[in-house]
């Protein structure tokens, strides 16, 4: 494995995580993108977990709160909209182009055979898993993954705005 394009995690970010998703986070080598209170809102995921398991999803958003929100524009029909998209020839360009930033991302960090040339969220020719496309945008930065951005600009979270939820197990006096 080589060094990964974002910053390692620290104890607190891996402990942060864990408490993001309600269970242990799991081969997690780099902090994506950040809140701006500074918690983890996208990890980077290691190719392959420490199970040896082949993992694609290289961008993994663990925000609860824009997980939640994009897990509203999903059943919102949201997915179907931004699918329509891809019939423009310009649009389809962009997705591909966004798919082939995934993988080069992900393959700066380790190549696994088995997921060789598969990106995440529907890449390069549906859109399949919001998730996976707003944590690449954000992850990558505007422009990069346009339909990522697009369902970002719809959601009704913003990484401008912290909607973290406090831990109280570290509070002094708290019950928690």
């Not at 179907?80 to 393959?107: F, I, N």
Request: charged share 20%; net charge negative.
């Amino acid at each position: 494995m080589t060094t990964p394009p974002y910053p390692a995690p620290t104890d607190a970010d891996i402990a942060a995580v864990t408490r993001q998703l309600g269970r242990p986070a799991r081969g997690v080598v780099g902090i994506a993108a950040r809140c701006v209170c500074g918690n983890p809102t996208v990890v980077a995921t290691a190719p392959r977990l420490d199970d040896g398991t082949p993992f694609p999803t290289f961008y993994y958003l663990c925000h609860p709160a824009a997980n939640s929100s994009v897990s509203t524009l999903e059943a919102t029909g949201v997915m179907v909209e931004l699918a329509a998209l891809l019939d423009d020839a310009d649009e389809a360009a962009s997705y591909l182009a966004a798919h082939e930033a995934y993988l080069a991302d992900r393959e700066s960090v380790a190549h696994v055979d088995e997921i060789d040339g598969i990106s995440a969220g529907g890449m390069p020719t549906r859109v399949k898993c919001l998730h996976a496309l707003v944590a690449h945008a954000l992850a990558a930065g505007p422009g990069v993954n346009k339909i990522g951005d697009r369902a970002l600009e719809r959601a009704d979270w913003s990484p401008e705005v912290c909607r973290c939820v406090p831990d109280t197990s570290t509070v002094p006096g708290s019950d928690a």
